[in-house]
């Protein structure tokens, strides 16, 4: 084996210097292809940015309408064909739960607005009175609203007179409004 000399020993040449045009076109190059990357990554975030904000735009405007269906129906909701024959055979049971009373001033002091709809009573309107806390309200109002709430609008005592209750709550201890509402609605139909 030979030694090892200085004179075995040879070093490749170093790279040749790259002249001012190179040098230039070298770092134009690279600027170039930084700025694309950056472009490329500020417009990738941009359109994620966006498809995340849309989403959320999305999702709380479905949010909304649900919560405003479900708490003020528009009368066009009512005009359809199987809901009002829903309504209309809710309504014969909640005859039987609420009194039907025509409204006069004389009658009804102090009561003068309905809570529900907040116009007016009219003499002659056509009213419902929960007879456990005694709040008056339109028919159309209180029907409405005691098929997807059972309580009253004003106090929240409940009307479906939960059996597990004593007689003297304030939801009442009568069997007949037990019977109705288990007869009514709790059969699975949903108002």
Excluded at 65 to 90: I, K, M, N, Q
Excluded at 99 to 116: E, L, M, N, Q
Excluded at 120 to 134: A, K
């Amino acid at each position: 084996m030979p030694a090892f000399t200085a004179e075995n020993h040879r070093h490749a040449p170093p790279p040749p210097y790259l002249s001012r045009s190179q040098r230039k076109l070298l770092l134009f190059f690279l600027k170039c292809v930084i700025m694309v990357v950056v472009i490329s990554l500020f417009l990738f975030f941009l359109g994620f940015a966006a498809i995340v904000l849309l989403h959320f735009l999305f999702m709380s405007n479905t949010f909304h309408r649900r919560c405003t269906r479900l708490f003020h129906p528009t009368p066009a909701a009512d005009d359809d064909a199987s809901v009002s024959t829903r309504a209309a055979e809710g309504s014969l049971h909640i005859q039987a739960l609420l009194p039907d009373v025509t409204y006069s001033a004389a009658a009804f002091p102090g009561k003068s607005d309905c809570a529900i709809c907040l116009d007016s009573f009219q003499e002659g309107d056509g009213c419902r009175n929960i007879p456990v806390c005694n709040h008056l309200f339109h028919a159309k109002c209180i029907d409405r609203w005691i098929r997807k709430k059972p309580t009253c609008p004003v106090c929240r005592t409940r009307v479906d007179l939960d059996p597990t209750r004593s007689p003297g709550s304030r939801t009442g201890g009568d069997d007949q409004w037990k019977r109705l509402w288990a007869a009514n609605f709790e059969e699975g139909t949903s108002y």
